[in-house]
């Protein structure tokens, strides 16, 4: 009867978790897409480039061949799998509230685990694996918030993310320093899982920077969360956006005041053209 190697069952596990977090990632980059009012093209996209984004990310780093989602036809059918899930939910369930913050945090003890386990099969050191480890656990969510244009949520307030993936890298690299890979693999994503969980329940942040009034303090939250975290929902910019629409349509439609010199009238011309959407006219010059 054939026994795998011990190095061929932890790179099968490595593989399963990779996968995982795949699919785990691929639900929430969906999830944001529906969010934002994506059609079906923008939700897959994002989905896909969620799903594989922090994996590719670290195999391009790690230089050991072609990243193994462009060489393992199954981390794309995975991450269109997530995209599909998302297709067929009906997001505004309650239940579906929770079950993106596990979700969320699964993914990321996931792709901890996958990464710093990888970067340690290749023959870096610790620092290395920790780093990797991390960059694959929240690398997927940095580039969907950067397509959809917004500040990483890993920069932003909030519970504990790239600490939790910090964290369980470390357990995993301590548990194969001392021989025992298998029983780091299962503390490791139990302890990112659990910190980040515990991170959202009790909405537990990094520490701040102090700001003075005389500096930009960022908000709590840029756009929509896919995970349920405590942040502002963009409604304030829309607003905002609104608000300056209506004055320039306002603008627009006040009377012109009579030029003075005798040549063309181009007051306000320039100041309108990107608050309304239709052309203005140019009021052609004034005769004695």
Known sequence: MFTPSPEAAVSEVTRVL???GVAANAILGGAVARRQHFDVVGLVALAVICGLGGGIVRD???QH???????????????LAGAAVILMTKLSAKPWHRAFQFVDAAALGCWAVAGAEKTLDVGLGAL?????????????????????????????????????????????????????????VVLGIVVTTGS???????????????????????AEGDGISAVG??????????????????????????PRHEPTDGGEDDAGVEELAGAISK??????????
């Open 18 to 20: 990779d996968l995982a």
């Open 128 to 184: 290395p694996a920790v780093l990797l480890g991390t960059i694959t656990a929240v690398g997927g969510g940095a580039i969907r918030d950067v397509i959809i244009r917004r500040s990483p949520k890993v920069f932003r307030p909030g519970p504990l993310e790239a600490t939790s993936a910090v964290v369980g890298s470390g357990v995993l690299v301590a548990a194969h320093h001392f021989g025992h890979a298998t029983v780091g």
């Open 60 to 62: 391009v780093l790690l």
């Open 196 to 218: 980040r969980l515990i991170a959202l329940r009790l909405g537990i942040h990094a520490p701040r920077i102090p700001y003075t009034k005389s500096h930009h303090q960022p």
């Open 229 to 254: 975290e405590r942040g502002g929902s963009g409604a304030p910019h829309r607003r905002a956006q609104r608000a300056r629409f209506r004055r320039g349509a306002r603008a627009a439609r006040a």
């Open 279 to 288: 052309p203005i006219e140019h009021a052609g010059p004034a005769h004695a």
């Open 65 to 79: 061949g072609p990243p193994a989602a462009l060489t393992d036809p199954a981390y794309l059918l995975v991450a």
